[in-house]
């Protein structure tokens, strides 16, 4: 997809200074914006074994998180899409389920951006999950320049 920007994003803070670099660049040069926004591999072994204590239980369970997961990735990939509305932007979003690098690399492989925009890392101490991704591996193999959103906002304001 030349002609677009690439936006790992996935609602956290780190990845919203991500979007908002992503938007402007987008707009300022007149290309697409393409979303990707990961859930996590780490959440397929949460099973909860260590309060629930029969299989139907953990199932009910087991279809509640999933629920949950679905309808938070729904919701940042609406509030995207409705900021590249906003701004006259072409959208596409990509929803998947891995590894945040391996999903990263993939999509940038399929859409070939002319550019890829991540959020900085979290500090440590700011509650949250760790998607981490592993940019020395990005940087081996993707095609087109990386611009990591730094610094994260928590990180900013404690400067």
């Known amino acids: 997809m030349p002609g677009a920007v690439l936006l790992a994003h996935h609602g956290t ?3 919203g200074r991500a979007a908002q670099l992503a ?56 509030a995207m899409e409705a900021d590249c509305l906003a701004r006259s932007l072409a959208y596409t ?8 690098t391996d999903c990263l690399i993939e999509a940038a492989a399929r859409t070939r951006p002319d550019w890829v925009v991540i959020g900085a890392p979290r500090p440590k101490g700011v509650p949250g999950y760790r998607s981490r991704i592993d940019v020395a591996k990005l940087l081996r193999v993707l095609g087109a320049p990386l ?8 990180a900013a304001a404690r400067a």
């Open 13 to 15: 803070p780190g990845a």
């Open 93 to 100: 979003p990509i929803l998947r389920y891995g590894d945040p």
């Open 147 to 154: 611009i990591v959103a730094a610094p994260h906002p928590a």
């Open 23 to 78: 938007l402007e660049t987008a707009a300022e040069r007149g290309t697409a914006l393409v979303h990707l926004l990961v859930v996590p591999d780490f959440w397929g072994g949460m099973q909860g074994d260590d309060w629930l204590n029969n299989a139907s239980t953990r199932d009910v369970f087991a279809r509640y998180l999933e629920g949950m997961l679905e309808r938070e990735a729904r919701e940042q990939l609406a």
